[in-house]
Each structure stands twice: as C-alpha cells, then as structure tokens.
Nanobody
Framework: QVRLVESGGGLVQAGGSLRLSCAVSGTIFSVNAMGWYRQAPGKQRDLVARIASGNTMYAEAVKGRFTISRDNAKNMLFLQMNSLKPEDTAVYFC????????????????WGQGTQVTVSS
C-alpha cells in the first residue's frame, strides 16, 4: 500500500509565502510523475504544477510565484508558494504515479488527503 501525506498548509496574509510538503511512503520501487492540484469550495480540482523526469510545468495562474521540486531520495514533493493571493485559497492535494515493484513496469496513481491553504486579504 502507498500513502501520500501533505503538510505545510495554513493561514497567511496576501503577499506571504508557504511551503507545502508531500511525503510518499509504503511499498515503492520508484515514484514517477508527481504533482500538486488544488480545489476551492464549489469548484473542480485543478492542476497547479507537475514534475516528471526533471521537467516541470505550471498553471498560468501560478507561474512565477510557485515552484515545484522533489527529493527523490526521500520520496518527497514540495511546493514553494510566494506572493500568495486570496484566490490561491483552496485545499491542495499532491498526487504521484508509483511503481511498487521492480518485477513489473506497471504504475499506480495515488492522491493525498489534502492540506488547506487560506490567504487573507
């Protein structure tokens, strides 16, 4: 079984910064693509940033303000969020494509439980 646990959310004033972390644990041979998504109340879950094979991509709304990174040795994913705006308020989720065994090339997709980020104006 694989588990993703996010941390680092909280309440911050507009213009402030937060750093989210996502720890991947369990039966893991390798972790492939990882990403951050967010979901505001009453809205769909949207991609924020994604990292795979050293390549990163960002939603237009966060480009230049957010930075995604990972520590492959520790199976950790991070999201540095600067210049936060009230519209960044949402529950932030991490996801990962995990290959559990060296005996199979099959990967499975997992979600974390989410961490709340609230930006006050």
């Amino acid at each position: 079984q694989v588990r993703l646990v996010e941390s680092g959310g909280g309440l911050v004033q507009a213009g402030g910064s937060l750093r989210l972390s996502c720890a991947v644990s369990g039966t893991i041979f390798s972790v492939n693509a990882m990403g951050w998504y967010r979901q505001a109340p009453g809205k769909q879950r949207d991609l924020v940033a994604r990292i795979a094979s050293g390549n990163t991509m960002y939603a237009e709304a966060v480009k230049g303000r957010f930075t995604i990174s990972r520590d492959n040795a520790k199976n950790m994913l991070f999201l540095q969020m600067n210049s936060l705006k009230p519209e960044d308020t949402a529950v932030y989720f991490c996801d990962a494509d995990v290959r559990p065994s060296s005996s199979s090339y099959r990967s499975y997709h997992y979600w974390g439980q989410g961490t709340q980020v609230t930006v006050s104006s």
